[in-house]
């Protein structure tokens, strides 16, 4: 059985960008996780995609895959593509290139350079391209969007766009498990005006499909596996099947910082 | 400053390749981590490799990297290149796909599945490429080479040869560091013939050098820094300076077997 793969940067403009990332002047170390190295994308890059994704920065898993998006989040969002019937032809690009230390920090975020580079990418994804719909997950990442959004090509581009709540919001900010259903209750309406804001500008569907809004609560098939086809060429399945098998782990703030600890999940291999 | 990387797998006949990789029926779990996914390379696979080494499995840091030879045997093998002229023309593959489990199985090295597929891989390296010479490090690898030798494409073809120790014999073989360094001086005299076996077959080196033998320890720019080119994008550069960031931990062998703890080397970061 063949294992696809995704091919990764080897093809113009996405070579020259992955080349030119920012360092440590332009995202600092106090705010960002630079030293476990910057975390570009996941989904096509061959011009193929329909629909375009902002997210905010990678967390712990991301610095494994060398792609973004590929936790819990990574999968609602799997679900709520699927659900405009887009199953391939997607594109995800993060609002910062490393992750946040922290709470991500307003006054970082609007380093010059750090959205020149990003709008880079937007417009290597955006102009003259098939996509017909972008979705901004979260507050920076619609901030990230009206950035690129008042550029020159960002001004000459008609494409639907909805600001989503970010998939794991309800988890991130309740304590308690009924704040937590009463945050993705919230989240699921918020996403049910999403869907139908962009359905109709979604015309070249992967898989057609009516469109089925969500309930008050996560349903089966509402958070889907992230695609074999989206992780780089030989990683073990148990990376893309679930998250949960990375961590950091360590005594005190600093030695978190600076470990992953991955475990492979029990019942695989030996 | 330009951050190069090495693209991957997005050529053919590579792409094939690296989607078609055996699994479980042909690496029996109980000799191969299976578990950690296979690693299929580093260097070239543009056409421009000189030199193809033939390696005998990854290890621990190489299932972070995706590509092999990148620990201390992997910057012993980037001495030795050097030594040759070839900085940037080489190829590297494996006998094995994964990392070997204990001891490597002679057996279990036979099974023909195994066999056919590197083979491929071979003939994709070898058949009408610029190649001018081969080099097996360790028993197993000798082996890999000969089984591909006595096929049709390899009859067929006419290129420099060296079988020589496997750059970190000495201390997987030794127990004292007496004994290593008994071992190590072997092995670099045993690398010198290899040296002068295949360096008048390389005519076309990156960096032409009077040849330079290794003399009875290692010496400084005997072991160099495994080249940023041949990691993937975006990987930090703590990663390719120097090894010993990832270690298996663990209260026992399964629970070693499970794991990998990478920590971020002292210095780098906040």
């Not at 690129?148 to 309800?170: D, E, K, M, N, Y």
Request: avoid cysteine; aromatic fraction near 10%; proline fraction near 9%.
């Amino acid at each position: 059985m063949p294992r696809p793969f995704d091919p990764g940067y080897g093809e113009e403009p996405f070579a020259t960008l992955v080349r030119e990332y920012p360092l440590e002047d332009v995202y600092p170390p106090s705010h960002f996780r630079v030293e476990w190295g910057p975390i570009f994308h996941r989904g096509r890059l061959d011009g193929s995609a329909r629909v375009l994704v902002i997210g905010q920065d990678p967390a712990h898993h991301e610095s494994i895959v060398r792609r973004i998006l590929v936790g819990e989040a990574g999968r609602r969002l799997q679900g709520f593509l699927a659900k405009l019937g887009i199953t391939r032809s997607y594109v995800l690009v993060n609002t910062f290139l490393y992750s946040v230390y922290g709470t991500a920090d307003r006054q970082a975020a609007k380093n010059p350079q750090l959205v020149a580079y990003r709008n880079r990418w937007l417009d290597a994804l955006l102009v003259g391209t098939r996509v017909e719909a972008v979705i901004a997950l979260g507050t920076f990442a619609s901030d990230a969007w009206s950035a690129w959004a008042s550029t020159p090509s960002g001004q000459s581009l008609h494409v639907a766009f909805a600001h989503v709540t970010h998939p794991t919001q309800p988890e991130s900010s309740s304590k308690s498990p009924a704040k937590v259903a009463e945050a993705t209750k919230a989240l699921l309406q918020n996403w049910n005006a999403g869907l139908q804001a962009l359905a109709p500008a979604v015309a070249h569907p992967d898989a057609p499909r009516p469109l089925a809004l969500y309930g008050d609560t996560w349903a089966d098939g509402d958070r889907t596996p992230i695609p074999e086809f989206d992780f780089p060429a030989g990683l073990p399945s148990w990376m893309h099947a679930n998250d949960g098998w990375a961590r950091r782990a360590g005594a005190d703030e600093l030695a978190k910082r600076r470990n992953l600890t991955i475990t492979v999940p029990k019942g695989i291999g030996a």
